[in-house]
């Protein structure tokens, strides 16, 4: 069985002790449109002065899957983000081959690692 990574990064399996990564074959994602609603204003300390800074708030709304290869490996399965997944699954698609990380594995600073397994949701 062929596992195409179709996430932007490097996904680590950690089973019995031995790790495995798959590159980044491609990206499978929602289509995301993002509306203007609010904005925060916050101040900056700069040492001896301070000044304001504007961080806009958007609400997102997500679409259709992008980057869906147009031909299937039969021998391969693919492995997308959580909200690619749901795209994908509101959109029609036949899920068989899709799956999600499943069981994470983060360091001491609570950055993922890795994870344990596959899973469907």
């Known amino acids: 069985m062929n596992i195409h990574n179709m996430t932007p990064h490097a996904i680590d399996f ?18 995301q449109k993002d509306e203007q609603v609010d904005e925060v204003v916050t101040d900056l300390n700069l040492g001896n002065s301070s000044a304001g800074f504007t961080i806009p708030v958007f609400k997102s709304t997500f679409g ?36 999600i990380v499943s069981g994470t594995i983060r360091d001491e600073q609570g950055k993922i690692v890795g994870c344990k397994g596959l899973a469907k949701a």
């Not at 950690?14 to 491609?26: A, L, M, N, R, T």
């Not at 147009?70 to 983000?81: A, L, T």
Request: no cysteine.
């Open 64 to 99: 259709a899957p992008e980057g869906v290869p147009e031909e299937i490996d039969p021998n391969g399965i693919y492995v997308v983000s959580m909200l690619a997944f749901q795209s994908l699954k509101a959109t029609g698609y036949n899920m068989d081959k899709y799956y």
């Open 14 to 31: 950690v089973i019995d002790g031995v790790k495995v990564s798959f590159p980044s074959e491609g990206v499978i994602r929602a289509a």
